[in-house]
T-cell receptor
Framework: GENVEQHPSTLSVQEGDSAVIKCTYSDSASNYFPWYKQELGKRPQLIIDIRSNVGEKKDQRIAVTLNKTAKHFSLHITETQPEDSAVYFCAANSLYGNNRLAFGKGNQVVVIP | NAGVTQTPKFRILKIGQSMTLQCTQDMNHNYMYWYRQDPGMGLKLIYYSVGAGITDKGEVPNGYNVSRSTTEDFPLRLELAAPSQTSVYFC???????????FGQGTRLTVV
């Protein structure tokens, strides 16, 4: 099945700086890569996703890039704001064996005002 | 659409008691999932279902059971509750494995 790993586990950035979180996946057949944001005490919610036929996708201050050859994808947050402080989960779909969405362990992002 | 609805939101169980966490979705999604999230940790998959009548184990199924008799409902059963099952439980659903997964608001369970 799919194995998804996230690095770093915790990331602290100054307000206004950029934050980058990287995920690696193992199943070369995976074709869907979402990112979820979980604020403290809340449920995870989708913030952006990318499919394997696209290398980059942007939505205002967030972007996701995908490198299929290296099997990694990254979340980029520019001009960080205090409300960006949260846990971010990446995921990848597993098309063989266990046919499901596999999540990484999450990254804690702390934006320092 | 209400999305994914979980009940209850909070529960305290005594060791050895049993309970069922309810999850229902009104989006006609095929896939449903149960995760547990320990404090400061990630999401661990307990069980999942790809459609009515079909369930499969995730990473941490021991101590839990599920059923999927309808498309809408995916209850999680805890038999003989143990302190190690103290956690926040999230139910989620998606139409396929390459579409958005929607999460319920979570159930905070404490076993004492």
């Amino acid at each position: 099945g799919e194995n998804v790993e996230q690095h770093p586990s915790t990331l602290s950035v100054q307000e206004g700086d950029s934050a980058v979180i990287k995920c690696t996946y193992s199943d070369s057949a995976s074709n869907y890569f979402p990112w979820y944001k979980q604020e403290l005490g809340k449920r995870p919610q989708l913030i952006i996703d990318i499919r394997s036929n696209v290398g980059e996708k942007k939505d205002q201050r967030i972007a996701v890039t995908l490198n299929k050859t290296a099997k990694h994808f990254s979340l980029h947050i520019t001009e960080t704001q205090p409300e960006d402080s949260a846990v971010y989960f990446c995921a990848a779909n597993s098309l063989y064996g266990n046919n499901r969405l596999a999540f990484g362990k999450g990254n804690q992002v702390v934006v320092i005002p | 659409n209400a999305g994914v609805t979980q009940t209850p939101k909070f529960r305290i169980l005594k060791i050895g008691q049993s309970m069922t966490l309810q999850c229902t979705q009104d989006m006609n999604h095929n896939y449903m999932y149960w995760y547990r999230q320990d404090p400061g940790m990630g999401l661990k998959l307990i069980y999942y279902s790809v459609g009515a009548g079909i369930t499969d184990k995730g990473e941490v199924p021991n101590g839990y059971n599920v059923s999927r008799s309808t498309t809408e409902d995916f209850p999680l059963r805890l038999e003989l509750a143990a302190p190690s099952q103290t956690s926040v439980y999230f139910c989620a659903s998606s139409q396929t494995t390459n579409t958005e997964a929607f999460f319920g608001q979570g159930t905070r369970l404490t076993v004492v």
